[in-house]
């Protein structure tokens, strides 16, 4: 079956343009997570949904960045204003249980450039 | 608060030779902790996990990982490196915020040189 997909793969935007980044998640999966990875680094947890639910968005850097997951199956994370430090690869991993524990599959990712 | 550490920001090893790739996590209690794998323009891949099981964690590609709470690190190795081993690699822990977040390390990239 198909894994996790996310779309667009690349996006540049410029600077005070909102973007929305999609995540399909594998079916029957659960739990939804949206991690930022900035170059070089390792990703960063931005948020986590149990099916339609969003149980954790401690990880958002601000109140530019929304998430949401109306129908329990695909995500959409949406970034307003964009600014230079949101260039990063976003990525998107779901599971088939609940929480953390079990195997998290992640999505090729998003690349967004801020110009 | 949850952090892992990850000695190594680069390693390079012949093909054939021993892989060591270390991670040390802080943590107030018994955690889970994984492996994950980064390919140049693939997505991440679990290679491994510890559940509170056995001590010594087989994963995929004959990679293996012993956790050692009296250390608290959780080292991955590899008896035999090859060349399609080469890519990033983080150690992962569950973060504290309702156990239901991740905490990556920040990376070790395994170079493999023929």
């Known amino acids: 079956g198909a894994g996790v997909s996310q779309s667009p793969r690349y996006k540049v935007a410029k600077r005070g343009q909102d973007v929305a980044l999609r995540c399909d998640p594998i079916?029957?999966?659960?739990?939804l997570f949206w991690y930022q990875q900035a170059l070089g680094q390792g990703p960063e947890f931005l948020t986590y949904?149990?099916?339609?639910?969003?149980?954790?968005k401690s990880g958002l850097p601000s109140d530019r960045f929304f998430a949401e997951r109306p129908e329990g199956s695909v995500s959409t994370l949406k970034i307003q204003r964009t600014q230079q430090e949101d260039s990063a690869v976003y990525l998107c991993?779901?599971?088939?249980?609940?929480?953390?524990?079990?195997?998290?599959?992640f999505g090729p990712g998003t690349r967004l450039t801020v110009t | 608060a949850q952090s892992v550490t990850q000695l190594d920001s680069h390693v390079s090893v012949s093909e054939g030779t021993p892989v060591l790739l270390r991670c040390n996590y802080s943590?107030?209690?018994?955690?889970?902790l994984f492996w994950y794998v980064q390919h140049p323009n693939k997505g991440l891949q679990l290679l491994l996990k510890?559940?509170?099981?056995?001590?010594l964690v087989k994963g995929i590609n004959g990679f293996e990982a012993e956790f050692k709470k009296s250390e608290t690190s959780f080292h991955l190795t590899k008896p035999s490196a090859h060349m399609s081993d080469a890519a990033e690699y983080f150690c992962?822990?569950?973060?504290?915020?309702?156990?239901?977040?991740?905490?990556f390390g920040p990376g070790t990239r395994l170079s493999v040189l023929p």
């Open positions: 991993a779901s599971s088939l249980g609940q929480g953390i524990i079990n195997e998290q599959y």
């Open positions: 079916s029957g999966h659960v739990s």
């Open positions: 949904f149990q099916n339609e639910a969003q149980l954790d």
């Open positions: 943590s107030s209690y018994s955690p889970s």
């Open positions: 510890y559940t509170s099981a056995a001590t």
């Open positions: 992962v822990a569950p973060g504290i915020r309702y156990g239901q977040n991740f905490v």
